[in-house]
């Protein structure tokens, strides 16, 4: 996870060597294609429900409910 967060990293680790560019095209792939499988590029935001809070958080099915309805 570290490369997520500071790809600096990762482009060191393939400037010294320590890493091919191609073994990075295959992590990359395979992250996309999960990404693609779950349907993350047709509906990025998207939650379970499809509802969302006011503050464009996605909210959990119990909290958006009604108050009356949660009972």
């Known amino acids: 996870m570290l490369g997520e ?5 990762i482009v060191e680790l393939v400037r ?3 890493v091919t560019e191609e073994r990075v095209d295959e ?6 294609r999960e990404k693609f499988t779950l ?3 047709e509906k990025p935001y998207g939650t379970p429900t499809g509802r969302r809070t ?3 958080r996605a909210s959990s099915p119990r909290s958006a ?3 009356s309805a949660a009972r």
């Open 5 to 9: 967060q500071r790809p600096e990293v």
């Open 16 to 18: 010294s060597g320590r």
């Open 27 to 32: 992590s990359v792939r395979r992250l996309l």
């Open 39 to 41: 349907g993350l590029f």
């Open 54 to 56: 006011p503050s464009g």
């Open 65 to 67: 409910r009604p108050p």
